[in-house]
């Protein structure tokens, strides 16, 4: 079955380091990827969209990576700052059957220390 | 800030209890969806929409149902709350077309169920 992980553990840094996330899929050939902030009790905010045929995008500070051989997906935030903690999901499409709808992964924690 | 709009934001009920928790958007998306988010879990999709008279079910088999009247308009609703419905209910927009589209999300409801 279709399966997107990203790590449940928490990632700890200090303030100014860069942040990476990853999320790793299997059982999935997705024609896009994205990535959203989630703060608690809030719903998500859109951040970047990749698709399958860039390798990386870059948005400010924040830098995504996308290898479809490796089936992996790395989301960078560089000189990171205590305002970036927050809980950061993945999200693949097209679903099974076509459908644009996005699936979600459940996220990583960020928690970025002055 | 996004013009999607969730009410309520905070809901303790009693288990048989009909309710409605009410999504708008002012976008003029013709996509609109439902999601049920736990603690630190996937955001699974339970409806969605893609214009006016259209629905869908999800993923998540749902008790819940939903309705499309208005484009600007997506209520979803429990016939018989259960303590099984306790869960965060996000709703969300996108634009229309086929194709990868960021999703525009609510602040969410938190649904408690006694």
């Known amino acids: 079955s279709q399966k997107i992980e990203q790590n449940s553990e928490a990632l700890n840094i200090q303030e100014g380091k860069t942040a990476t996330l990853t999320c790793n899929y299997t059982n999935y050939s997705p024609a896009y990827l994205q990535w959203y902030r989630q703060d608690p009790g809030r719903g998500p905010v859109f951040l970047l969209l990749?698709?399958?045929?860039?390798k990386e995008k870059r948005k400010e500070r924040l830098k995504v990576t996308f290898d479809t051989t490796l089936k992996q997906s790395l989301f960078h935030i560089t000189a990171s700052q205590p305002a970036d903690s927050a809980t950061y999901l993945c999200a693949l499409g097209p679903a099974s059957g076509g459908s644009y709808i996005p699936t979600f992964g459940r996220g990583t924690s960020l928690i970025v220390h002055p | 800030e996004a013009d999607i709009y969730q009410t309520p934001r905070y809901l303790v009920i009693g288990t048989g209890k009909k309710i409605t928790l009410e999504c708008s958007q002012t976008?003029?998306?013709?996509?609109m969806y439902w999601y049920q988010q736990d603690p630190g879990m996937e955001l699974h999709l339970i409806h969605y929409s893609y214009g006016v008279n259209s629905t869908e079910k999800g993923d998540l088999s749902s008790e819940s149902t939903v309705s499309r009247i208005r484009t600007e308009h997506f209520p979803l609703t429990l016939e018989s709350a259960r303590p099984s419905h306790t869960s965060q209910y996000l709703c969300?927009?996108?634009?229309?077309?086929?194709?990868?589209?960021?999703?525009?999300f609510g602040p969410g409801t938190r649904l408690t169920v006694t």
């Open positions: 976008m003029g998306h013709d996509k």
């Open positions: 969300a927009s996108s634009e229309g077309g086929t194709g990868a589209y960021e999703q525009y």
């Open positions: 990749i698709r399958e045929n860039e």
